[in-house]
């Protein structure tokens, strides 16, 4: 009986910690929101570098891709803080475009990119 007691109320710790950790999370999405971009590749090249910015960017971050995004190819970044309002992606040509994007209250943004000019 005395180890039910203990095993009942290790669950229940544990269920509470569960749900307490999930409402941080929520917690934190709500002061610092985030989305998810989906880079679809139609520019006939792979691009190798992506990075993001908020406006006007004065510095980037990391490059958010392990790997080049190929040629009829799509993406999807996580986890992209919804202040971000420009990314800059670099081609294995050498050529770099920026482009803005603008979440609204989108979750999932869809950026088809097209042949760099």
């Given at each position: 009986?005395?180890?039910?007691?203990?095993?009942?109320?290790?669950?229940?710790?544990?269920?509470?910690?569960?749900?307490?950790?999930?409402?941080?999370?929520?917690?934190?999405?709500?002061?610092?929101?985030?989305?998810?971009?989906?880079?679809i590749?139609?520019?006939g090249?792979?691009?190798?570098?992506?990075?993001?910015?908020t406006?006007?960017?004065?510095?980037?971050?990391?490059?958010?891709?392990?790997?080049?995004?190929?040629?009829?190819?799509?993406?999807?970044?996580?986890?992209?803080?919804?202040?971000?309002?420009?990314i800059k992606?670099?081609?294995?040509?050498?050529?770099?475009?920026?482009?803005?994007?603008?979440?609204?209250?989108?979750?999932?943004?869809?950026?088809?990119?097209?042949?760099?000019?």
């Amino acid at each position: 009986m005395k180890h039910a007691k203990f095993l009942i109320l290790n669950l229940l710790t544990i269920s509470f910690m569960s749900m307490f950790l999930n409402s941080c999370d929520s917690f934190y999405n709500f002061f610092y929101p985030v989305a998810s971009i989906e880079i679809i590749n139609e520019s006939g090249l792979s691009i190798t570098k992506l990075c993001v910015s908020t406006m006007p960017a004065t510095s980037w971050g990391q490059n958010l891709i392990a790997s080049p995004i190929s040629t009829g190819r799509s993406k999807t970044i996580g986890n992209i803080p919804k202040e971000v309002v420009e990314i800059k992606l670099a081609f294995d040509s050498g050529a770099i475009v920026i482009q803005q994007i603008d979440f609204n209250a989108t979750e999932l943004y869809k950026l088809k990119i097209g042949p760099p000019s």
